[in-house]
């Protein structure tokens, strides 16, 4: 999507859009309303500043519908085909990488009460695996920073595949 036909959408359309990226109701209202923006960079920018601050309870709010990594998520939406793509790694994962990684969600959820979250995107599947055991040994606090953290990685890396920066961007002069 060219980043005018974003400032364009209707508050509604351009919230579903936003809510791909991550489901956390205030920042999508807020990056919704700053609109129009004069560049991708300008919205990636705001985005990530409001993604900074959030809050616990606006992680549990993003990880509500989350599919546990090394689950094939469900749906037809925009949200699950995004989640398809950035754990595209795990349908090559060996057989005992993923049985660890099942055991490791299992382990993390009843530890934590929520679904482990990490930008799959580039990340292997015995990357994700090592970070997994790495991040059950956190205390609670420390925890749920990390995983907000993740939260925005993903939410910025969402908002810069779906936005074209390079048709949206204007030309430098010459």
Known sequence: ??????????????????????????????????????SAGALAAYAGQLAAVWSRADLDAALAHHPRIGEKPTGTGAEAAASRSEQAAMATAEDDIAAAIA????AYEARFGRVFLIRAAGRTPGEMLSELKRRLDNDDETEAREATAQLAEIALLRLRTAIDADAAEPEEAE
């Open 1 to 38: 999507m060219h980043l005018d036909e974003f400032n364009a959408l209707d508050p509604a359309a351009a919230a579903q859009t936003v809510a791909v990226w991550a489901a956390v109701p205030g920042w999508v209202d807020a990056v919704v309303a700053a609109r129009p923006y004069a």
């Open 103 to 106: 055991e490791g969600n299992r």
